[in-house]
């Protein structure tokens, strides 16, 4: 069975400021998908980053970049140049390609607080 | 806008009822899943179906049900409800439901209270 970690139930950084947010998952799957989505107070959930576990090379969306490390089994979101509007909770996801199901599994999520 | 609508927005219901909650997925999309968002247990997969019919169970409780019809819209039913099934429930669509899928998209959620 996966299951994903978020070990910072919250956390906080200045505006304009770079912050790291955390995920470690555990799979025998080699062929996976890992996902960062973002849940502001209006609860939507949002895809912020994706990254494809056969890819080297780390995603970046503007602002959003991921680390990826496949054998330490870790997907951490560096935010950068954090803004107001990033004040949300951040959940890291899993999704194993190519099987039957297509489900989503999450981690319990990070807290950001992005302060003026 | 993702394209997933799901009514009602909010629910509020008395222990021991029934509720039935509505998803309709993204236009053109073949699968629908069904999560749930509690304080303590984070976002729960709980069942998905593809093309009217189920291919995924995750924890979703005997009480609880889901179907998807011949125009692609979902429904979960909650009987017998508990105080603990209070939640925020998410339903998500992909056009594949797995192989071809990188992504799913998700709806605003159906907030049940249940007193």
């Known amino acids: 069975a996966q299951t994903v970690t978020q070990s910072q139930p919250e956390m906080s950084v200045q505006e304009a400021e770079t912050v790291t947010l955390s995920c470690t998952y555990d799979?025998?799957?080699?062929?996976?998908?890992l996902f960062w989505y973002k849940q502001p107070p209006s609860r939507q959930m949002i895809l912020v980053i994706r990254?494809?576990?056969?890819?080297?090379q780390n995603a970046t969306e503007n602002r959003f970049s991921v680390n990826f490390q496949k054998a330490a089994k870790s997907f951490s979101l560096k935010i950068s140049d954090s803004q107001l509007g990033d004040t949300a909770m951040y959940f890291c996801?899993?999704?194993?390609?190519?099987?039957?199901?297509?489900?989503?599994?999450f981690g319990k999520g990070t807290k950001l607080s992005v302060k003026p | 806008d993702s394209g997933v609508t799901q009514t009602p927005k909010h629910l509020i219901t008395a222990t021991g009822q029934r509720v039935t909650l509505r998803c309709s997925p993204r236009?053109?999309?073949?699968?629908v899943y069904w999560y749930q968002q509690s304080l303590d247990q984070g976002l729960q997969f709980l069942i998905q179906?593809?093309?009217?019919?189920?291919?995924a169970k995750g924890n979703i409780l005997e009480r609880f049900s889901a179907q998807q019809f011949p125009d692609l819209h979902s429904e979960l039913n909650l009987s017998s409800l508990e105080l603990g099934d209070s939640a925020l429930y998410f339903c998500?669509?992909?056009?594949?439901?797995?192989?071809?899928?990188?992504?799913?998209?998700f709806g605003q959620g159906t907030r049940l209270t249940v007193v």
């Open positions: 179906y593809y093309n009217g019919e189920e291919r």
């Open positions: 998500a669509s992909s056009a594949q439901g797995a192989l071809l899928d990188t992504e799913a998209f």
């Open positions: 799979t025998s799957e080699s062929n996976y998908y």
């Open positions: 990254q494809e576990a056969y890819k080297q």
């Open positions: 236009s053109g999309d073949l699968s």
């Open positions: 996801a899993f999704k194993i390609y190519g099987g039957s199901q297509g489900n989503l599994i």
